[in-house]
């Protein structure tokens, strides 16, 4: 069923109640790291997306970076159709019950809605979120593997690039398989993002999903090391590099290397996974923890330590709140459980005690960063220092991609100079036949970022294998013609 077969609602946004997402309190939920929102139930999912005044320009639709066809699916949702709404929401998102969770709707499709300038937009991410657990609970999603067009591509890399890339290229008929360095798939989304935002029974159930549909998984399979690129290159018409950006930026000012300087990921890691982590194990139980940085690894940082019995978790950042890089839900999500923050400060020395371990950082306040300034470190207000107490420093300053020597195989690869690979416009690297995506290329950015490049990058390798079958095909129909 289409959705223009059905009429326009009355435009009576102004009589019905806008709905929040069912959100656990954070007494409730700081006795775990499930889940903080629940999914709507079907009469709030409806009575919400019957706000929707369906513009003839959609705003939510032009600042959704796959183009999501939002009034539509809203339309069928207020009028109970969820199957198709679920199944149209399918066709642009490859990972939608991920992005659900996980994109900052604030500021991409609900920033667009019409509503917002007058009451509360429309709980796009939410109706997303309903629809897409909706058709899982109800195996809706078609799980058969298409036909097979005869040729295979790898694709290096299980997060949610990886992941997106396999699923747009096995719908076109290719036999995909994904190799992945760790033991388990889903990159970040597994082994980062933490459970309280993303239960990881989600991520299984899409990889679950891939793999019905043909998807081959090498697990434990680092490509450059344990699978030389000369072989891959062999063995596959076409290769989709997503590593990811792993490496962790460093916090460098006098005292970084006292213990109790710990980077934010194996932290998360090691209290949100079972997943191994090759750092010591940092235990904040009673501590008094101090994160740098103010971007959604400090949220998550600062949220992870609270759960796991933190005496305080105290952000340290340079911007002011307003420039604050975090997503604004997850920033309220944390003030909510306890977290403070000291905005417009930045680090200028880690102290140490006797023995060689964190005591405090030795801090000063700064002006707040220009709209739009990039990482220029700013200048401490003379007469500013004070030392802040901390037992635990976790840095979250970011992540960039890592020059790793076994990218080195493939000599004529491309890179800049922070080790980023680059791409031309059709996301082919200099290695004819390699593309590349996401973070790997862009440097750390958002889920939907990395599933929109992904999606890209499937249909320039679809067009380029095809032009190779096209002139394959016409070179032998020449060399028929000229042996007869
Ligand atoms: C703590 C944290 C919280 C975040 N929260 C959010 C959020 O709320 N919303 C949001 O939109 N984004 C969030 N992000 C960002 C998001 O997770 C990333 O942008 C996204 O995961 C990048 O996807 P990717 O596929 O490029 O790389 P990754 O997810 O990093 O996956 C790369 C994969 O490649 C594998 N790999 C690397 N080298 C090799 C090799 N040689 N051979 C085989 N495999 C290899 C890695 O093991 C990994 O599994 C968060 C990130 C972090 C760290």
Known sequence: MSASSHSNPAHAWRDLPHHEPPKRSPADRLADFLEIYGSFDEETARQEARRCIQCPEPQCVAMCPFGNRIPEWLLLTAEGHFVEAATLCAQTSVLPEICARLCPQDCLCEAGCILAEKSAPVAIGSIERFLNDYAARHGLEPAQPAPRNGCKVAVLGSGPAGLACASELERRGYAVTVFESHSTPGGLLVSGVPAFKLDKSVVEYRLEHLRKRGVEFRLGMKAGADLTFDRLRQEFDAIFLAFGAPRARKLEVPGADLVGVVPALPFIIRHNTGLPVEVPQADVAGKRVVVLGGGDTAMDCLRTAIRAGAREAVCICRRDEAGLRANRREYENAVEEGARFRFQTLPLEVIGDPEGRVAGLRCARVEPAPVGEGTATPQPIPG???????????????????????????????RDERGSVMVDEHLMTSVPGIFAGSDLVRGPGLVVQSVRDARRAAAEIHAYLDQRRLRENWADQTDHVASE
């Open 384 to 414: 500013s220092e004070y030392v802040e107490p901390a037992d635990l420093v976790l840095v979250a300053y970011g992540f960039e991609a890592s020059p790793s020597a076994y990218l080195n195989q493939l000599g004529e690869l491309a």
